[in-house]
């Protein structure tokens, strides 16, 4: 399996997870441990997949010369570094007692992080991605 399909893959569960999690805080009663649950396995992917991302994609573009490919790696992990503080200091924000206690900002604060995620993994495969496919094509050919 190609590294950008398994990439795609990854994204699909990701979004899986983070549907999930908005119905779960769509509730207008409070489910904290399941939240909980699901945040941290969300939270793994999460790294997981960043560090899967740094050792074939970027590592893939930085390498390659290619200015324009380098512009967007850059950005683009510059946006992920951000992300990924964010996805940290949310979870730190909101232990179970706090969800409880706030439902209704918690599911707010949810409803945001998951936006974000989304349009970073759209921004990725619409941006980030064909940087990567060619510059993988080319070094196949070559």
Known sequence: MSSIKAICEEHRALEARAAQLLRIVGSPVADPAAVTALRWGMAQALVDHCAHEEREVYALLFAS??????????????????????????????????????????????????????????????????????????????
């Open 65 to 142: 010369g290619d200015d324009p490919a380098i512009a967007v790696a850059g950005r683009f992990r510059a946006d992920h570094d951000a992300l990924a503080r964010r996805f940290a200091g949310y979870v730190a924000a909101w232990p179970i007692a706090r969800i409880a206690r706030e439902w209704e900002v918690f599911r707010s604060d949810t409803a945001e992080l998951v936006i974000e995620i989304k349009r970073r993994i759209t921004a990725e495969e619409a941006e980030l991605h064909p940087h990567y496919e060619r510059l993988a094509d080319r070094r196949a050919a070559a």
